[in-house]
C-alpha cells in the first residue's frame, strides 16, 4: 500500500480521518473540526468559507447550514464540493472532494436539538447571507423568534444539514525542507474499492 504506515497507516480513509481529528482536538486552540468549504456558483466562480465538521460516518463527511444561504445555494446546483481541514498544531491537513447530498431527516433534528438555545434561535432569526441593516435588526429578529417560539424551537425547515461523500481524500504531513507526505486515496465511485497513492509534495 505504498509505504504509508505511521500516523498514515490504516486501510480505512474515515477511521485515519477520526483519528486525526481526534489528535487535534487536543493540540489545537480553537475548533479543530473547522473546514474551509469550497463550492463554485452556476458561472464557474468559486468560493470558499469555514464551517463546521459534525459527523464523520463510516462513508461521508457531515456539515450543517441554512439551506437558503449562498453555500447552499451553490451546493445544490452543483451537486459537488471540496474542502480542507487544517491544523497547524500537527502540521497536517485533510483534503477532501466529492458529491453532496441532503441530510434532512431525524439525524438533522438530532443535532439541532444539540445546540445551545441561543444557537437553534439564532438559526431561526438569521436569513444567511441576506444583506442585513444592522446588528440592532438581527438582535431585534432574535428577540421576536425567542417570544415566538421559546424554550425548544423546532429544527426550522429551511436549515439541515450536507454530507459530502468522497471519491478523493487527500492526507499531508509537512515535511522538513518542504519535502511533504502526501497520500491521495481515489476511488472511480463511489462504492468502488480505494486506490491509495503517495504523491511528489
Do not use: C
Not at 447552499?72 to 477532501?96: C, D, N, T
Not at 466529492?98 to 436569513?127: C, F, H, M, V
Amino acid at each position: 500500500m505504498n509505504e504509508h504506515g505511521g500516523i498514515f497507516a490504516g486501510t480505512d480513509p474515515f477511521e485515519i480521518s477520526e483519528r486525526w481529528l481526534g489528535e487535534a482536538k487536543d493540540s489545537e486552540l480553537n475548533d479543530p473540526n473547522a473546514i474551509a468549504l469550497a463550492t463554485v456558483d452556476p458561472d464557474g466562480m468559486p468560493n470558499v468559507r469555514m464551517v463546521l465538521l459534525k459527523e464523520i460516518e463510516s462513508d461521508a463527511f457531515v456539515f450543517y447550514t441554512n439551506y437558503e444561504s449562498t453555500k447552499a445555494a451553490e451546493l445544490e446546483s452543483a451537486g459537488k464540493a471540496a474542502f480542507v481541514m487544517h491544523w497547524k498544531s500537527l502540521r497536517r491537513q485533510i483534503r477532501v472532494r466529492g458529491t453532496i447530498t441532503r441530510e434532512n431527516g431525524p439525524q438533522a433534528d438530532e443535532y439541532y436539538a444539540s445546540r445551545s438555545l441561543k444557537s437553534r434561535l439564532g438559526a431561526w432569526a438569521s436569513k444567511q447571507s441576506q444583506p442585513l441593516s444592522s446588528r440592532s435588526a438581527l438582535m431585534a429578529e432574535v428577540a421576536k423568534v425567542t417570544a415566538k417560539l421559546g424554550p425548544n424551537p423546532p429544527r426550522p425547515p429551511f436549515w439541515g444539514g450536507y454530507r459530502l461523500v468522497p471519491t478523493e481524500i487527500e492526507f499531508w504531513a509537512d515535511g522538513a525542507f518542504r519535502l511533504h507526505d502526501r497520500f491521495q486515496w481515489r476511488r472511480d465511485q463511489v462504492g468502488s474499492a480505494w486506490e491509495v497513492q503517495r504523491l511528489n509534495p
